[in-house]
């Protein structure tokens, strides 16, 4: 009986390139490799710094092109797939990617020769963070380990959890907020023609 992963192969057809080949998948692993030792690089204070910060924004640029590329030549399969879950958390590391490059072009900016204030301290923390999760793209050399696949799995869940309770929260808050904007032009609306009563003298 053919297995959920053979059945995804047969429906894939490739259009411009094929995204299951050995070449497509050596050259995502290569990525990861140069942008793992990039990182490194920048982490150790190697060389000058421009040269792996435009090594760095390639790298994150070839990612994102990767993915757009998978999921063109995947179209649908790309999000129901027996590795339907690797593929969200290969675009959930690209935003990741996408969200640090440009945090760093606006630490970049703000900082602009002038002294570290409270806000650039924050992005700096912000960046670092965010650094270390881009690390997270590892796991993808490894995803032939089942350990790893759960692991990636639970991640999954749990941004998936977190990003709905978001959702219900601003829900929750845009409602109340329509209701009070709603209650205090209806407020002002009634007292423009009619007036509060006054309260009794006490003598």
Same mark, same amino acid.
């Given at each position: ?23 497509w ?15 490194a ?7 000058? #710094?421009?040269?792996? *910060?435009?090594?760095d924004?390639? !790298?994150?640029? @070839?990612?994102?092109?990767?993915? =757009?590329? %998978?999921? +063109? ?18 675009a ?5 990617s ?20 409270? #806000?650039?301290?924050? *992005?700096?923390?912000?960046l670092? !963070?965010?650094? @270390?999760?881009?690390?997270?793209? =590892?796991? %993808?050399? +490894? ?45 002002k #609306? ?7 009563p ?6």
């Amino acid at each position: 009986m053919a297995t959920e992963e053979d059945q995804s192969e047969a429906l894939y057809q490739p259009t411009c390139l094929n995204v299951h080949g050995a070449r497509w998948t050596n050259f995502g692993y290569a990525l990861i490799g140069a942008s793992t030792v990039i990182m490194a690089c920048q982490s150790l204070h190697l060389g000058p #710094a421009w040269i792996w *910060k435009k090594a760095d924004d390639t !790298t994150t640029v @070839l990612f994102t092109v990767e993915l =757009l590329v %998978r999921i +063109f030549e995947k179209g649908y399969l790309f999000f129901v797939e027996d590795d339907k879950n690797w593929n969200f958390f290969d675009a959930l590391v690209v935003a990741i990617s996408l969200f640090s490059m440009v945090i760093t072009q606006q630490a970049a900016a703000s900082a602009n020769g002038q002294a570290p204030n409270g #806000a650039a301290m924050q *992005k700096m923390k912000v960046l670092r !963070t965010l650094r @270390l999760l881009r690390l997270l793209r =590892l796991f %993808r050399v +490894f995803k032939g380990v089942e350990e790893v696949n759960r692991f990636v799995e639970l991640l999954l869940n749990s941004v998936r959890t977190v990003f709905l309770s978001l959702i219900v929260v601003l829900a929750g808050a845009t409602l109340l907020l329509t209701v009070v904007i709603a209650c205090g032009a209806t407020a002002k #609306a009634w007292l423009r023609d009619h007036s509060l009563p006054k309260l009794p003298e006490i003598h």
